[in-house]
């Protein structure tokens, strides 16, 4: 079955860096598009950034265009998002997702496989 495993969160102060991981197993990790998305204490999940299966397009949500950068390492099946210039407001859950096809989504209903989340706790 497919794995998604997240790694990388923890406290930092703004300002700072993460580089988020996803290791992925269980199905062909370079045919797909990856998500990542978060999710914060009582507000609903959203869409951070996405890239296509052979990592040539990226999509970003505009609250962190310029600071996050989503990449791939197809050899190693492992996902990426670097996150510099972190924020208060990017404190939250983080999850990888795999969606059904070559090209990103922005949506999660497009993704049908989901990491169990990594916490990215950023203090003022």
């Known amino acids: 079955q497919v794995q998604l495993v997240e790694s990388g969160g923890g406290l930092v102060q703004a300002g700072d860096s993460l580089r988020l991981s996803c290791a992925a197993s269980g199905r062909t990790f370079s045919s797909y598009a990856m998500g990542w998305f978060r999710q914060a204490p009582g507000k609903e999940r959203e869409f951070v950034a996405a890239?296509?299966?052979?990592?040539?397009?990226?999509y970003y949500a505009d609250s962190v265009k310029g600071r996050f950068s989503i990449s791939r390492d197809n050899a190693k099946n492992t996902l990426y998002l670097q996150m510099n210039s972190l924020k208060p407001e990017d404190t939250a859950v983080y999850y990888c997702?795999?969606?059904?096809?070559?090209?990103?989504?922005?949506?999660?209903?497009?993704?049908?496989?989901w990491g169990q989340g990594t916490q990215v706790t950023v203090s003022s």
């Open positions: 890239i296509s299966s052979g990592g040539v397009l990226t």
């Open positions: 997702a795999m969606s059904n096809t070559r090209v990103p989504i922005t949506t999660s209903s497009g993704y049908g496989y």
